[in-house]
């Protein structure tokens, strides 16, 4: 299964845009990048995935490396309501259906 | 739609007392997941099903623990006797088991085993 690297905590200026990097050195080539992300004392929710291409959508933008081992979530313009664990989550294919492992993610704290 | 309901949003109990959550997943969902979140540990899967068939169930801690799904609208998990290293957060969450597999989580049952 790959696994991710987060870093564990990062800081960020209400306003300014949230860059969360990702390390997943050993992808396979059929294994997506998702993204989640947990505000205190709430169920994860769901941001955004990609396979190769950067994808943009209401929340976020992910960007992917052309050799696909790492990725940059991006908050474009972060709010104290960004404030949260964000997850990197690589999909693993298992027996009969798919598998989400959860990391332990960055602490994101936006700041006013 | 409502989302994923669970119920109870709190519980406690003593230890050697039976727990039974219980988890509604979005309507037209096929597959539903069981997780623990404490501390320590952090967000653990337990088990999940896909149409209403457990699939892996290897994150479940030990036999004190069973979960069931009867039918594609409901699911329980069950604790059995109940001990204080049980109290965690547990979430369920559901998913369509095509498309982009994005998992929509509930607000959790917050566990406490005193």
């Known amino acids: 299964d790959a696994k991710t690297t987060q870093p564990p905590s990062m800081d960020c200026a209400e306003g300014r845009a949230a860059n969360l990097p990702c390390n997943h050195s050993t992808i396979s080539g059929n294994e997506y990048v998702y993204w989640y992300r947990q505000i205190h004392s709430q169920g994860p929710q769901y941001i955004i995935h990609g396979l190769k291409n950067n994808e943009t959508n209401e929340m976020a933008s992910l960007i992917i490396t052309e050799d696909r081992k790492s990725s940059t979530l991006i908050l474009p313009h972060a709010t104290l309501r960004d404030t949260a664990v964000y997850y990197c989550i690589v999909r693993v294919a298992n027996t009969g259906g798919f598998k989400t492992i959860f990391g332990a993610g960055t602490r994101l704290f936006v700041k006013a | 739609d409502a989302g994923v309901i669970q119920s109870p949003r709190h519980e406690v109990t003593e230890m050697g007392q039976e727990v039974t959550l219980r988890c509604k997943p979005i309507?037209?969902?096929?597959?539903l997941f069981w997780y623990r979140q404490t501390m320590m540990r952090g967000l653990e899967l337990l088990i999940y099903?896909?149409?209403?068939?457990?699939?892996?169930d290897s994150g479940m801690p030990e036999d004190r623990f069973s979960a069931k799904m009867p039918n594609a609208s409901f699911s329980t998990l069950k604790i059995q006797p109940s001990e204080p290293r049980d109290s965690a957060v547990y979430f369920c969450?559901?998913?369509?088991?095509?498309?982009?597999?994005?998992?929509?989580f509930g607000p959790g049952t917050r566990l406490t085993v005193t």
């Open positions: 309507s037209g969902h096929n597959s």
């Open positions: 969450a559901s998913r369509k088991t095509s498309g982009s597999y994005e998992q929509y």
């Open positions: 099903f896909n149409n209403n068939v457990p699939i892996d």
